[in-house]
């Protein structure tokens, strides 16, 4: 058997997105449900771009998109898009003339945020967020009647429209949790609450991607994809393309004897001759510095370990006897072509692919495809 050619790296450690990944997965969402698909673009696309990402899952399907901040809403409206837009963490004094003047929806989560938007004087679409069990943002249970029957006099005065109601689920990731159907049922409770007041809201959406894949009573009239547009799957269901691949040069290559100390602290010395490749990307680049020890990477077709402690800026890789030279390239994570991927990252680091897609550093190189 011929041993694999050798790849030439870029010059720089490389973040390489796929929108072919992106497109496939927003249009299994779209043929999954019976309404709409909102495309949830907070955090750069989930560390993949914002624009590229927006723009791919409309030409895909998705009918709105979703972010957390109103700059990431102007964001999606610099990058040319024009469906619907929903901003759903704002604070109090939220710049609503902004949030009007690119046609950006604002989630309500207590009266407080009503009574601001409404003393601001511009005529806003709102969504009233509701907690249904989670104790984080949405207006506690306690609230509703009040923010119901508050969201109805400002919209008999022409003050808002109220366009949607909205929740979260706490236990999606966990299908078959009893907190998922009391989730459903408190949200449904909002809803009938609201129509009583006399709202009609036109879309009423509670499942973000688990409950999207796993619990169809939570489709309601719209569901809001983030996680799933770019390959992760919480609820660990099913599979999704991923769309990220990481990549960087080997700066340096040595040869050591057994008994030599790898980076700070030692926390690993080789026990017999070996070779070293050093990586120019540590945990300042978002390789997390917990998977130290346990990480792998692909270098000339071959997982080999990472070995000492992730540095701020570098990382040591042990190849053996891999025949390897500086400017090579080594595969740190991908879509699962032999090298990692995201998820066994995030499992090695402890934590979720979330954290990983979306910590990779400036200092990375970016190229879309």
Not at 128 to 148: K, N, V, Y
Not at 180 to 200: C, H, I, K, P, T
Not at 295 to 316: E, F, H, K, N, Y
Request: charged share 20%.
């Amino acid at each position: 058997m011929s041993a694999p050619a050798r790849v030439v790296a870029r010059t720089a450690p490389t973040l390489t997105v796929d929108l072919s990944a992106v497109a496939e997965n927003t249009r299994r969402f779209v043929r999954a449900v019976p309404g709409e698909v909102m495309a949830v673009v907070k955090a750069d696309g989930f560390g993949h771009g914002l624009a590229a990402v927006a723009r791919t899952a409309v030409a895909n399907g998705a009918t709105w998109l979703g972010v957390t901040s109103l700059a990431e809403g102007v964001a999606v409206r610099a990058a040319g898009v024009g469906e619907p837009v929903l901003s759903w963490l704002n604070p109090v004094e939220v710049d609503v003339a902004t949030a009007a003047g690119h046609r950006i929806d604002l989630a309500v989560p207590s009266p407080r945020h009503l009574d601001a938007i409404v003393a601001a004087g511009h005529p806003m679409r709102v969504h009233l967020q509701l907690d249904t069990g989670m104790a984080r943002d949405g207006a506690a249970p306690d609230e509703w009647s009040s923010l119901m029957a508050a969201a109805r006099r400002a919209e008999v005065a022409g003050r808002v429209t109220v366009v949607g109601i909205m929740g979260h689920l706490a236990m999606a990731g966990w299908p078959g949790h009893p907190a998922n159907s009391r989730g459903v049922d408190a949200f449904l409770r909002g809803v009938a609450m609201a129509e009583q007041s006399g709202l009609r809201p036109a879309v009423r959406h509670l499942a973000a991607t688990a409950a999207t894949l796993t619990l169809p009573s939570a489709h309601l009239d719209m569901v809001r994809i983030g996680a799933g547009l770019v390959g992760i799957d919480p609820s660990d269901s099913t599979t999704l393309r991923q769309a990220l691949r990481l990549t960087a040069p080997i700066a340096q290559v040595r040869r050591v004897a057994a008994g030599v100390g790898i980076g700070y602290d030692h926390t690993r010395v080789t026990c017999r001759p070996t070779t070293l490749a050093l990586l120019p990307l540590g945990y300042a680049d978002g390789l997390p510095r917990s998977a130290s020890g346990r990480a792998q990477v692909l270098v000339a077709g071959r997982r080999c370990p990472v070995v000492g402690l992730i540095s701020m800026d570098q990382t040591v890789v042990d190849v053996g006897e891999c025949p390897v030279e500086p400017g090579d390239e080594a595969v740190v994570f991908g879509p699962g072509d032999g090298e990692p991927t995201v998820d066994e990252w995030a499992a090695w680091a402890g934590t979720i692919p979330h954290e990983v897609m979306t910590g990779i550093g400036s200092r990375v190189s970016r190229s879309v495809r």
